[in-house]
């Protein structure tokens, strides 16, 4: 029944290690998002896919590296792990692009030591 | 630098008072979302606003979009503890990037 799923909800992992989160959402939508938020609830976008294609790419160390298989799955791997990596990744989707809704999935809480 | 500031931070208030968030800018947005977020979970969407100085009335809550499309706010009438969260406005630029602001945390003491 979950709209958008992620996993795993809890990640703790050592510097320099390599890791990847999954995002899947059931609701037919053709945008997904990747989001980070801070220890001080600031949210903003990293990555945006549309129809399997990236739309936006903020300015995101290519450490991170997003992966859109199909429609319905937006996942992110981030290589060599740094201390400032720690922090709630959250995967969203919406009908369309534009001023559409955004379905938020759980989030990824990382913790990266 | 963000491009949207909320305020206040923090605001923590007894149940039945009325309280009033900020969301400011200096550019002007396509459309301004509000979001609540709590604990351990996603935001979620409690409107969208397109028009300059439209309003919204959502049972207790209205929300305000500026005239000029670069400011937002959101009242609460009555406020109830079950309105305690993380409120996070976000406005459209380009038509599909979203700029989240800092976040108003709300605690509704019964």
């Known amino acids: 029944d979950t709209a958008v799923s992620q996993t795993p909800k809890y990640l703790v992992t050592q510097m320099g290690n390599d890791k990847s989160i999954k995002c899947e959402q059931n609701?037919?939508?053709?945008?997904m998002y990747w989001y980070k938020q801070d220890s001080k609830k600031f949210l903003k976008i990293m990555f945006s896919y549309n129809n399997k294609e990236l739309i936006i790419n903020e300015t995101v160390p290519n450490r991170f590296s997003p992966k859109s298989p199909d429609k319905a799955h937006l996942n992110l791997h981030i290589n060599s792990l740094e201390l400032g990596d720690s922090a709630v990744y959250f995967c969203?989707?919406?009908?369309?692009?534009?001023?559409?809704?955004?379905?938020f999935g759980p989030g990824t809480r990382l913790l990266v030591l | 630098t963000q491009l949207l500031e909320q305020s206040p931070q923090f605001l923590s208030i007894q149940e039945g008072e009325n309280l009033t968030v900020y969301c400011n800018s200096s550019?002007?947005?396509?459309?301004l979302q509000w979001y609540r977020q709590e604990p351990g979970e996603g935001p979620v969407l409690l409107v969208t606003?397109?028009?300059?100085?439209e309003v919204k009335k959502l049972k207790r809550l209205t929300f305000q979009f500026g005239d000029a499309r670069k400011d937002s706010s959101l009242h609460i009438t009555a406020a109830q503890p079950g309105d305690t969260g993380l409120y996070l406005c976000a406005g459209v630029r380009n038509f599909n990037k979203f700029y989240f602001g800092s976040g108003t945390k709300l605690n509704v003491k019964p």
């Open positions: 550019s002007v947005f396509s459309s």
């Open positions: 609701l037919g939508h053709d945008t």
């Open positions: 606003v397109v028009t300059g100085g």
């Open positions: 969203a989707s919406s009908r369309q692009q534009g001023q559409e809704t955004q379905y």
